[in-house]
């Protein structure tokens, strides 16, 4: 099964997190961590899946305010 997005993520010497993104595609490759040569980076690339069964529908939303007010709602404040 193909994954629908890539979770990467770097965790620091003590295994807490430095930052994270989500990418469409898989990275091919991690030259751009090269940014410090004596800096080691710890990496997770996770494969990430949607679950079209709890996917949640929003139809016939009228303006840009209204849609993120249910949204923020819907997520309880995000």
Do not use: C
């Amino acid at each position: 099964m193909k994954a629908d997005a890539w979770l990467l993520q770097e965790f620091d010497e003590k295994g807490n997190i430095v930052w994270s993104s989500i990418m469409p595609i898989r990275p091919k490759e991690l030259s751009w961590f090269k940014d410090l040569p004596s800096k080691k980076h710890n990496i997770v690339l996770t494969p990430m899946y949607a679950d079209h069964s709890q996917a949640e529908k929003f139809s016939g939303v009228k303006s840009y305010k209204e849609s993120t007010q249910r949204l923020i709602e819907a997520n309880q404040g995000l």
